[in-house]
């Protein structure tokens, strides 16, 4: 059971059906992004990457594929975001170095609206807008202990507000969430094809909502992560 709609089985006979409503879908996926690198000498790099997408989903759905009006789902949908991110990079006495920040902006607003039996009119669907901010700070330094040997150190520091706001039952939430995720990892070359390494690493993973959730479940917590690798 991975929670996902089994609506016809691999075995089942054919049938034929009779929704009353024209199922389409109309999805589409717009990006652009600006990839810009500038060596300032055979050692020292910077890059500068933006992107922007927007995709939009518009659908309809005969969820009941009966001449009812059971269940039909209209989905007109529309996700845009933006992100910047700046790196450096630099190479010295047998270390590298990589540092950088990312900062992205989100919107969502999702109108679906879910025509049911007892809503034919889909009163209780509503026009939800999630908004997200984030900025992200990270640095990674390898460096080599010895020809064979190189120790690995980092961290990430993530803080993101998020927003749901639903006009129509007046109703806005607002979260913030903060992160910080170090790793540090030891590699040794016995061969130039051949390598052993082992790392430790803490993450995190920001909560939100989850706009098709029940009123009183669309808040979801952070997701935290201990890993070790050989």
């Known amino acids: 059971d991975n929670g996902a709609n089994d609506w016809v089985k691999a075995n089942s006979p054919k049938r034929e059906i009779s929704p009353n409503l024209k199922n389409f879908t109309k999805p589409s996926i717009d990006t652009l992004a600006l990839s810009v690198n500038y060596f300032l000498n055979e050692s020292d790099n910077s890059s500068s990457v933006t992107t922007w997408r927007r995709n939009k989903d518009v659908a309809n759905v005969d969820a009941d594929l009966t001449p009812l009006s059971a269940r039909h789902i209209l989905k007109d949908n529309d996700f845009t975001s933006v992100s910047e991110e700046l790196k450096y990079e630099k190479e010295f006495s047998g270390a590298r170095l990589l540092s950088g920040i990312y900062l992205d902006k989100t919107d969502l607003d999702i109108d679906t609206k879910i025509v049911t039996l007892f809503d034919p009119t889909a009163r209780n669907s509503h026009v939800q807008k999630i908004k997200s901010k984030d ?67 803490k993450s995190q993973r920001s909560g939100g909502f989850n706009a098709y959730a029940p009123m009183n479940k669309k808040v979801y917590d952070d997701e935290k992560l201990t890993s070790y690798e050989v």
Do not use: H, Q, W
């Not at 961290?155 to 992160?179: C, G, P, Q, V």
């Not at 590699?187 to 690493?201: H, Q, R």
């Open 135 to 201: 900025i992200g700070i990270f640095s990674n330094l390898n460096y080599d202990l010895t020809e064979a040997l190189t120790l690995g150190v980092g961290a990430r520091f993530d803080k993101e507000s998020k927003r749901l706001n639903i006009d129509d039952l007046n109703l806005k939430i607002k979260n913030d969430y903060t992160s910080f995720s170090p790793k540090i990892s030891l590699s040794y070359k016995f061969t130039p094809e051949d390598m052993l390494y082992i790392s430790a690493a």
